[in-house]
């Protein structure tokens, strides 16, 4: 399980959020500059609370009360950023390879695995500037899960995506996250998005958790998270 309590001063505001998740999909909902994406990064190890404490399956990755820090390459989260961060100099085979330390037999089975599921066998030759929206997002989504993660943090993964493929992807993501059974943290604006994809979805505003919306209904089966 993924545990989060923390503090972090922003510009004009402070970021407060606790929340906790097991192998399941959360949405981070709220409108742009709430605190979602940083708190992603917390979570990531790429920025650091002021105060608090984050922990998986127990252990710390940051706990203000004794100084721990692990950094980020020694987390094992996964995290697909909102523009993809795709190399352009590569093609989409080395994309998803990069990052990966070991090429042993385990690691190309995954990665045949991968190609197959998300359909994404037939570019493996490709440069990114090839690929159309949907393409990079599913090659996106490979690299992070190349890397075998233990979480996997999403930041608005499918907004640039027209209509009928962002129907698609969630899907897709949903499927995803089933398989690999681990803890999905997605960041959106997008109300839609958010009753597709959360099995919970918890609600920030100025980095502040706060009561669901008045008629809020969620597809998914699960709950809302709402102020503590």
């Known amino acids: 399980m993924l545990h989060i309590d923390i503090t972090k001063q922003l510009s004009d505001f402070e970021l407060r959020i606790k929340f906790s998740v097991e192998n399941s999909i959360l949405v981070l909902f709220g409108p742009s500059g709430c605190g979602k994406t940083t708190t992603l990064r917390c979570i990531a190890g790429l920025e650091k609370p002021d105060s608090g404490m984050i922990t998986n399956r127990d252990l710390p990755l940051y706990d203000s009360a004794t100084n721990e820090f692990v950094p980020p390459n020694k987390r094992r989260v996964g995290y697909m950023f909102q523009d993809y961060a795709l190399f352009p100099h590569m093609n989409v085979h080395r994309n998803i390879w990069y990052g990966v330390r070991k090429g042993d ?83 959106t604006h997008d109300p839609q998005e958010a009753r597709a994809l959360g099995h919970e979805v918890l609600f920030l505003e100025r980095g502040r958790q706060v009561t669901a919306p008045e008629n809020w209904e969620c597809t998914c089966p699960g709950r809302l998270q709402a102020a503590n």
């Open 105 to 187: 037999a385990k690691a190309q089975e995954l990665y045949k695995k991968l190609l197959r599921l998300l359909k994404i066998d037939q570019l493996t030759e490709r440069f990114i500037d090839k690929l159309s929206g949907g393409e990079k997002q599913r090659v996106a989504l490979a690299r992070a899960l190349m890397a075998e993660p233990d979480i996997l943090l999403l930041d608005e993964p499918l907004s640039a995506l027209d209509n009928n493929t962002r129907l698609e992807l969630q899907a897709e993501l949903k499927n995803m996250q089933q398989l690999w059974n681990i803890p999905f943290v997605l960041v």
